[in-house]
């Protein structure tokens, strides 16, 4: 049977993921801030440390990604290729070794949604969107001072987030929190459902051929709303640290296993 993950079929030509790597291309809208140290550390499994320097410092990103296999066939294909997501990320230590660690994450995409469980990122489905910049015409704010962006995510038809970011110059770098390999858990419980869990790897990994494009920094309002079944209002803003606009263009390949049926 052929096919990188489910299904997988005779010829595999109905398969959600191609092999990696992946390529990714997009436009990345990050928000920092800093929130309750307490609140962070609460998400964190034993053994997962707060981080040393900054440890209430978080950051939720929009994105708008383009994506593909080796073959690059999805890319003639735009509905295989094209997704967006948002995801709330920390900064946190094992072993010594500062990570970067995503507790939530939503994408409009079914092979996004699947491909991130596979890499340990808990994403769930999400209606996101985020302004384009444009180089002709006024539907849209150019890439300068002054430009200004939206973005906004509903999950289950409640708008759980919504943000402005006004360019106020170039920047030389896209933040702070998420700039280290990534720390996961890959998890699935047991079949006979007795709360013991069939897996529990701790993985790390990290982008490659990473191609930075133009960053920008600027102003940013955020506001985070309370839904009965959603939690990231309880990582509330605190004190905002800054807002930034990126192109940026990267692969993903393959991650490591730190720990194995983590129980």
């Given at each position: 049977?052929?096919?990188?993950?489910?299904?997988?079929?005779?010829?595999?030509?109905?398969?959600l993921l191609p092999d990696?790597?992946?390529?990714?291309?997009?436009?990345?809208?990050?928000?920092?801030?800093?929130?309750?140290?307490?609140a962070v550390?609460?998400?964190?499994?034993?053994?997962?440390?707060?981080?040393?320097?900054?440890?209430?410092?978080?950051?939720?990103?929009?994105?708008?990604?383009?994506?593909?296999?080796?073959?690059?066939?999805?890319?003639?294909?735009?509905?295989?290729?094209?997704?967006?997501?948002?995801?709330?990320?920390?900064?946190?230590?094992?072993?010594?070794?500062?990570?970067?660690?995503?507790?939530?994450?939503?994408?409009?995409?079914?092979?996004?949604?699947?491909?991130?469980?596979?890499?340990?990122?808990?994403?769930?489905?999400?209606?996101?969107?985020?302004?384009?910049?444009?180089?002709?015409?006024?539907?849209?704010?150019?890439?300068?001072?002054?430009?200004?962006?939206?973005?906004?995510?509903?999950?289950?038809?409640?708008?759980?987030?919504?943000?402005?970011?006004?360019?106020?110059?170039?920047?030389?770098?896209?933040?702070?929190?998420?700039?280290?390999?990534?720390?996961?858990?890959?998890?699935?419980?047991?079949?006979?459902?007795?709360?013991?869990?069939?897996?529990?790897?701790?993985?790390?990994?990290?982008?490659?051929?990473?191609?930075?494009?133009?960053?920008?920094?600027?102003?940013?309002?955020?506001?985070?709303?309370?839904?009965?079944?959603?939690?990231?209002?309880?990582?509330?803003?605190?004190?905002?640290?800054?807002?930034?606009?990126?192109?940026?263009?990267?692969?993903?390949?393959?991650?490591?296993?730190?720990?194995?049926?983590?129980?």
């Amino acid at each position: 049977m052929k096919g990188f993950m489910f299904p997988r079929t005779p010829t595999g030509q109905g398969t959600l993921l191609p092999d990696p790597p992946w390529h990714y291309s997009g436009q990345l809208l990050t928000f920092e801030y800093r929130t309750d140290v307490e609140a962070v550390k609460a998400h964190l499994p034993d053994g997962i440390e707060l981080a040393d320097e900054d440890p209430g410092a978080v950051a939720l990103i929009w994105a708008d990604w383009q994506s593909c296999g080796n073959d690059f066939s999805q890319l003639l294909d735009p509905v295989l290729s094209q997704y967006k997501e948002v995801f709330l990320v920390v900064r946190c230590k094992y072993q010594g070794n500062t990570y970067t660690r995503c507790l939530f994450i939503w994408v409009d995409k079914d092979f996004a949604m699947l491909r991130g469980i596979l890499q340990g990122y808990p994403k769930r489905l999400g209606s996101i969107y985020m302004t384009r910049p444009v180089n002709v015409g006024k539907a849209g704010p150019r890439l300068e001072k002054g430009g200004k962006f939206g973005a906004t995510l509903a999950v289950n038809d409640r708008r759980i987030a919504e943000g402005t970011f006004t360019i106020t110059g170039e920047s030389d770098h896209n933040g702070f929190v998420n700039g280290h390999p990534m720390l996961h858990n890959r998890l699935m419980p047991n079949i006979e459902i007795d709360g013991q869990d069939a897996l529990n790897e701790l993985i790390a990994a990290s982008g490659s051929d990473a191609d930075i494009g133009a960053t920008f920094t600027g102003d940013f309002d955020l506001n985070l709303m309370e839904s009965p079944v959603e939690e990231l209002h309880l990582l509330p803003i605190r004190e905002k640290i800054g807002g930034y606009w990126r192109d940026i263009g990267v692969t993903w390949r393959h991650g490591k296993t730190l720990v194995r049926n983590n129980m």
